[in-house]
């Protein structure tokens, strides 16, 4: 026998210490193996500007689950780990740094200032790397990969250089999101649009006369109305709809542009919503993506009025130097002293906001690097439709076909310095911008006119350009040969790629899930993973998402110092079902604290009786199934199912449910019946055999969910192996489940469970034990059963004096209870007054009711709903269920008694 099972559990201890274990004797590692079937999880590489919060804590326990559970399943299973340069953050994380020593990234220069981002990196990049060790990651370290690490970028040039080549990359002039604070433009899945509260301004527009028009032919001026009065320096037409008759003579003719006295002429065209506001709209081409368009179907002029700070230009005429919204107020203020400002009126818009700091960003012409996606997504859109790629929950499908079925083309280039330059070049000799030399390496002399003087494009790359490699660049693509690892790349390639599960959140389908799709298709011929598993947002108790600027974020590494890893773990799995948001409070992680503490106490008692002969000798022994007791041949059956379910839940994703069918199974079957009924006789081999095995094997099952206290307790039983994490799953076995034994037990009980109710309604202290208890079976089969389970009723029920009686005829003066068809019933002759105690109990269902009155008022109350706290309001509503549970109860007890 290994050491004792100590009096308590200290997780802080144990956790350190087998972690330490794990990763020195390599317990994580993943070779090709062509003996074994391989199972590949690519972590979402997190920031390196990240630090642990409950998103990445359940984002990361689930995927530690499937690697801990295809691992003892026998598969090969790599869990590849990495970290993500990301361009925007990171930049501004250093920007903010350096600006505490009074310097802007400017003063230091792009060389001097990416040395510091790589310092920054060396010091606090791996931050979120040592806290994921925290949480159990089973990540192979050994292959951990960044994405701007020098061979990671040779892919992403040669994906760009591809690309390029096959006319799907290109550069050109278009509407972009820009964001004004980090200076750079951003795709449109970076800049999402929130609701706001605005205004739209009706501004109006001097109508100019030709000789031939009256004064009473046509108005004064053209109504328009917009929401960005602040760019009306930037127009350069206005539009109507052709078949809106209000404008009919209006089209062709010319206005002045108020405050910069530009004429502008009025088009028609077919995209003007008549409906919005006068249908009359103002064009800027060079500030918005529909004017963009508008002006190249009309040849119009391209005016634009903002520096990329969004302060107003020189062509902004006397507004320049102005921020866009001091400019827009000023704007306002001399069109209302000119009378140009018919009106305003409150007005609900949408406006896109840079994800990184949330400035709404400005639609702004600017020349930028873009790849072309039809092409790239029509396979991509094929492969999910064929079911090669499945989405849990499903509804993710429909998202993510909608979104491909509709896709624009992706801005890649972004006007920050952290980041894969651009690998294009310009030459000063010829001046020509136009004449880009797109190349992997900086050519020696121009390929027109042989100048040496070559300069790089400044632009970096998007950083999903790079994260969007991830799942074959991560294996040294396009590399031959010995990886810088140690690893034959094309061998690692071929053998790992494709991967099989991706777990993610639903933020990131667009950003990544779906480029990564398409870029395994088009540079690998293949899918890069089978299943994508979307789960939800973690909440606060009110619904509201946790963050830190909003105060009500858990810190999962507090938790794991005053609850343990485990604790932490299975709490978090428990309450978050597939696809839905879990809403946390820090009592959450109580559920997962006491289980933890159940599986000690339980497994130090199995320890504590364990007689050594008895299992070491009996470790390989086969009994047959109908020598075992029918409690012996339930736990079994139980058991049994129970693996059975697990394995049906976790290959659906479907992790509560298997958490949750392993706690009820443990708790509630293994610890509170069967190691109660087997107390008194559990020196028998076959008890001592079977709750031994119910253990061991219980403990591998839990590995995934809870491996920290698995491996402690395991590592003190008689065990083969180096560790359970390396041991094997338990096998199926469906011969052992036996429904028959399952629904008997089930039986004994129900009747268990109504004799103590009983004692308990009728108030009857635990040690009283001269209660006369008598069944009263409904046919010969039940009769049977109790009468060779007597025993185990009679000790779990606290009735040693139980009878079972022949027939029930009544005899009055007792509590009955009808369970199944059986009569259970308890004399009450010196043990209760019968005619107080039903008083008592109708005045407990009046008060009861008075109660269920009250709530019912307060929850019909819209002012207490509307304005309470969520959780209050659900808790009052748990309140109202539990008092009407409470009725029915009292009601049956009232009913039981026979006078």
């Given at each position: 026998?290994?050491?004792?099972?100590?009096?308590?559990?200290?997780?802080?201890?144990?956790?350190?210490?087998?972690?330490k274990?794990?990763?020195e004797?390599?317990l994580?590692?993943?070779?090709v193996?062509?003996?074994?079937?391989?199972?590949?999880?690519?972590?979402?590489?997190?920031?390196?500007?990240?630090?642990?919060?409950m998103?990445?804590?359940?984002?990361?326990t689930?995927?530690?689950?499937?690697?801990?559970?295809?691992?003892?399943?026998?598969?090969?299973?790599?869990?590849?780990?990495?970290?993500?340069h990301?361009?925007?953050?990171?930049?501004?994380?250093?920007?903010?740094s350096?600006?505490?020593?009074?310097?802007?990234?400017?003063?230091?220069g792009?060389?001097?200032?990416?040395?510091?981002?790589?310092?920054?990196?060396?010091?606090?990049g791996s931050?979120?790397i040592?806290?994921?060790?925290?949480?159990?990651?089973?990540?192979?370290?050994?292959?951990?990969?960044?994405?701007?690490?020098?061979?990671?970028?040779?892919?992403?040039?040669?994906?760009?250089?591809?690309?390029?080549e096959?006319?799907?990359?290109?550069?050109?002039?278009?509407?972009?999101?820009?964001?004004?604070?980090?200076?750079?433009?951003l795709?449109?899945e970076?800049?999402?649009?929130?609701?706001?509260?605005?205004?739209?301004?009706?501004?109006?527009?001097?109508?100019n006369?030709?000789?031939?028009s009256?004064?009473?032919?046509?108005?004064?001026?053209?109504?328009?109305?917009?929401?960005r009065?602040?760019t009306?320096?930037?127009?350069?037409?206005?539009?109507?709809?052709?078949?809106?008759?209000?404008?009919?003579k209006?089209?062709?003719?010319?206005?002045?542009l108020?405050?910069?006295?530009?004429?502008?002429?009025?088009?028609?065209?077919?995209?003007?919503?008549?409906?919005?506001?006068?249908?009359?709209?103002?064009?800027t081409p060079?500030h918005?993506?529909?004017?963009?368009?508008?002006?190249?179907?009309?040849?119009?002029?391209?005016?634009?009025?903002?520096h990329?700070?969004?302060?107003m230009?020189a062509s902004?005429?006397?507004?320049?130097?102005?921020?866009?919204?001091?400019a827009?107020?000023?704007?306002?203020e001399?069109?209302?002293?000119?009378?140009?400002?018919e009106?305003?009126?409150?007005?609900?818009?949408?406006?896109?906001?840079?994800?990184?700091?949330?400035?709404?960003?400005?639609p702004?012409?600017?020349?930028?690097?873009?790849?072309?996606m039809?092409?790239l997504?029509?396979?991509?859109?094929?492969?999910?439709?064929?079911?090669?790629?499945?989405?849990?929950?499903a509804?993710?499908t429909?998202?993510?076909?909608?979104w491909?079925?509709?896709i624009?083309?992706?801005?890649?280039s972004?006007?920050?310095?952290?980041?894969?330059?651009?690998?294009?070049?310009?030459?000063?000799?010829?001046?020509?911008?136009?004449?880009?030399?797109?190349?992997?390496?900086?050519?020696?002399?121009?390929?027109?006119c042989?100048?040496?003087d070559?300069?790089?494009?400044?632009?970096v790359?998007?950083?999903?350009?790079s994260?969007?490699?991830?799942?074959?660049?991560?294996?040294?693509?396009?590399?031959?040969?010995?990886s810088?690892k140690?690893?034959?790349?094309?061998?690692?390639?071929?053998?790992?790629?494709?991967t099989?599960?991706?777990?993610?959140?639903?933020?990131?389908?667009?950003?990544?899930?779906?480029?990564?799709?398409?870029?395994?298709?088009?540079?690998?011929g293949k899918?890069?993973?089978?299943?994508?598993?979307?789960?939800?947002t973690v909440?606060?108790?009110?619904?509201?998402?946790?963050?830190?600027?909003?105060?009500?974020s858990?810190?999962?590494?507090?938790?794991i110092?005053?609850?343990?890893c485990?604790?932490?773990?299975?709490?978090?799995?428990?309450?978050?079902?597939?696809?839905q948001?879990?809403?946390?409070?820090?009592?959450?992680?109580?559920?997962?604290?006491?289980?933890?503490?159940k599986i000690?106490?339980?497994?130090?008692?199995?320890?504590?009786?364990?007689?050594?002969?008895?299992?070491n000798?009996?470790?390989?022994?086969?009994?047959?199934?109908?020598?075992?007791?029918?409690?012996?041949?339930?736990?079994?059956?139980?058991?049994?199912?129970?693996?059975?379910?697990v394995?049906?839940?976790?290959?659906?994703?479907r992790?509560?449910?298997?958490a949750?069918?392993?706690?009820?199974?443990?708790w509630?079957?293994?610890?509170?019946?069967?190691?109660?009924?087997?107390?008194?006789?559990?020196?028998?081999?076959?008890?001592?055999?079977?709750?031994?095995?119910?253990?061991?094997?219980?403990?591998?099952?839990?590995?995934?969910?809870?491996?920290?206290i698995?491996?402690?307790?395991?590592?003190?039983?008689?065990h083969?192996?180096e560790?359970?994490?390396?041991?094997?799953w338990?096998?199926?076995?469906?011969?052992?489940?036996?429904?028959?034994a399952?629904?008997?037990?089930s039986?004994?009980?129900?009747?268990?469970?109504?004799?103590?109710?009983?004692?308990?309604?009728l108030?009857?202290?635990?040690?009283?034990?001269?209660?006369?208890?008598?069944?009263?079976?409904?046919?010969n089969?039940?009769r049977i059963?109790?009468?060779?389970?007597?025993?185990?009723?009679?000790?779990l029920?606290?009735a040693?004096n139980?009878?079972?009686?022949?027939?029930?005829?009544?005899?009055?003066?007792?509590?009955?209870?009808?369970?199944?068809?059986?009569?259970?019933?308890?004399?009450?002759q010196?043990?209760?007054?019968?005619?107080?105690?039903?008083?008592?109990?109708?005045?407990?269902?009046?008060?009861?009711?008075?109660d269920?009155?009250?709530?019912?008022s307060?929850?019909?109350n819209?002012?207490?709903?509307?304005k309470?706290?969520?959780?209050?309001?659900?808790?009052?509503?748990?309140?109202?269920?539990?008092?009407?549970?409470?009725?029915q109860?009292?009601?049956?007890?009232?009913?039981?008694?026979?006078a």
């Amino acid at each position: 026998m290994t050491d004792e099972i100590s009096k308590q559990y200290s997780p802080k201890d144990v956790e350190e210490r087998w972690y330490k274990f794990w990763e020195e004797n390599g317990l994580f590692s993943s070779k090709v193996n062509p003996q074994k079937k391989p199972y590949v999880v690519l972590i979402p590489p997190p920031n390196v500007t990240g630090i642990l919060h409950m998103g990445h804590a359940l984002n990361n326990t689930f995927q530690d689950i499937l690697i801990r559970y295809h691992r003892m399943k026998g598969l090969e299973s790599l869990w590849m780990p990495g970290t993500d340069h990301a361009g925007i953050a990171t930049q501004n994380v250093v920007e903010k740094s350096i600006a505490k020593e009074g310097l802007k990234r400017q003063d230091l220069g792009r060389e001097k200032f990416i040395e510091r981002v790589w310092l920054w990196k060396e010091k606090y990049g791996s931050t979120i790397i040592h806290q994921l060790r925290k949480i159990g990651a089973s990540c192979d370290w050994s292959r951990l990969r960044f994405t701007m690490d020098e061979e990671y970028s040779k892919s992403v040039v040669e994906v760009f250089l591809r690309l390029y080549e096959k006319g799907l990359i290109y550069r050109g002039s278009y509407i972009i999101n820009w964001c004004p604070r980090c200076h750079t433009a951003l795709s449109d899945e970076e800049a999402a649009h929130q609701p706001l509260k605005g205004n739209l301004y009706y501004l109006r527009y001097p109508l100019n006369r030709d000789l031939s028009s009256t004064r009473g032919d046509l108005p004064d001026y053209i109504v328009v109305a917009t929401t960005r009065p602040e760019t009306m320096l930037g127009d350069t037409a206005i539009a109507v709809n052709p078949k809106d008759k209000r404008y009919k003579k209006l089209v062709g003719k010319t206005v002045t542009l108020p405050l910069i006295n530009r004429q502008i002429k009025i088009i028609a065209d077919s995209m003007v919503d008549m409906e919005f506001g006068t249908g009359a709209v103002k064009v800027t081409p060079a500030h918005d993506p529909n004017d963009y368009a508008l002006g190249k179907k009309h040849n119009l002029e391209f005016i634009n009025v903002m520096h990329p700070d969004a302060s107003m230009n020189a062509s902004a005429g006397k507004y320049e130097g102005l921020e866009r919204f001091k400019a827009r107020e000023k704007i306002l203020e001399d069109l209302k002293g000119m009378g140009l400002l018919e009106k305003i009126a409150p007005h609900e818009l949408s406006a896109g906001h840079c994800y990184r700091c949330h400035t709404i960003v400005e639609p702004y012409l600017s020349k930028q690097w873009f790849v072309k996606m039809a092409p790239l997504a029509k396979p991509a859109i094929k492969a999910v439709k064929e079911g090669k790629i499945k989405f849990y929950p499903a509804r993710w499908t429909k998202v993510y076909l909608n979104w491909m079925e509709n896709i624009q083309d992706w801005c890649i280039s972004r006007q920050i310095w952290w980041g894969h330059r651009l690998p294009v070049y310009y030459c000063k000799g010829c001046n020509d911008e136009a004449g880009a030399i797109v190349s992997g390496v900086k050519p020696k002399h121009c390929p027109k006119c042989g100048s040496a003087d070559i300069y790089q494009d400044e632009d970096v790359l998007d950083t999903w350009f790079s994260s969007w490699l991830w799942p074959f660049a991560t294996f040294y693509w396009p590399q031959k040969g010995l990886s810088p690892k140690g690893t034959l790349c094309e061998e690692d390639l071929k053998y790992f790629y494709p991967t099989s599960t991706l777990v993610t959140a639903a933020e990131i389908i667009f950003f990544w899930v779906a480029r990564m799709i398409m870029a395994g298709i088009e540079f690998q011929g293949k899918i890069p993973f089978r299943d994508v598993y979307i789960h939800g947002t973690v909440r606060d108790a009110e619904g509201k998402k946790m963050s830190k600027s909003l105060g009500n974020s858990i810190d999962p590494l507090e938790i794991i110092k005053e609850y343990g890893c485990d604790a932490l773990r299975f709490s978090l799995i428990s309450i978050t079902a597939q696809g839905q948001d879990v809403f946390l409070s820090k009592e959450r992680f109580e559920q997962g604290r006491n289980f933890a503490n159940k599986i000690w106490n339980a497994s130090r008692f199995i320890q504590m009786n364990l007689i050594p002969d008895s299992v070491n000798s009996d470790l390989c022994i086969f009994f047959k199934k109908e020598d075992l007791s029918l409690v012996n041949r339930w736990i079994l059956s139980r058991f049994y199912s129970t693996l059975s379910e697990v394995e049906k839940y976790l290959d659906k994703f479907r992790f509560n449910e298997a958490a949750n069918s392993l706690y009820g199974f443990f708790w509630h079957e293994f610890c509170d019946w069967y190691l109660e009924i087997i107390k008194p006789d559990i020196s028998n081999p076959h008890n001592q055999l079977i709750m031994y095995k119910i253990l061991e094997k219980s403990l591998r099952v839990m590995h995934p969910f809870m491996p920290f206290i698995t491996e402690e307790i395991w590592q003190k039983l008689p065990h083969e192996g180096e560790s359970i994490m390396v041991s094997s799953w338990p096998h199926l076995q469906k011969q052992i489940i036996d429904k028959k034994a399952e629904k008997e037990m089930s039986v004994i009980f129900e009747v268990i469970a109504c004799i103590r109710n009983m004692r308990l309604a009728l108030e009857i202290p635990p040690g009283t034990l001269d209660v006369g208890v008598k069944i009263y079976p409904s046919d010969n089969h039940n009769r049977i059963l109790l009468e060779s389970n007597l025993e185990y009723i009679k000790s779990l029920s606290r009735a040693p004096n139980l009878i079972i009686g022949e027939r029930y005829q009544g005899l009055g003066k007792e509590y009955v209870n009808v369970l199944s068809g059986m009569h259970i019933s308890i004399p009450l002759q010196g043990l209760v007054d019968i005619e107080s105690y039903k008083v008592k109990i109708e005045n407990k269902i009046l008060k009861a009711q008075s109660d269920i009155k009250a709530k019912k008022s307060m929850l019909s109350n819209k002012d207490f709903i509307n304005k309470a706290p969520k959780e209050i309001v659900e808790a009052e509503k748990d309140k109202l269920t539990a008092l009407e549970k409470e009725v029915q109860k009292l009601r049956g007890v009232r009913d039981g008694f026979k006078a």
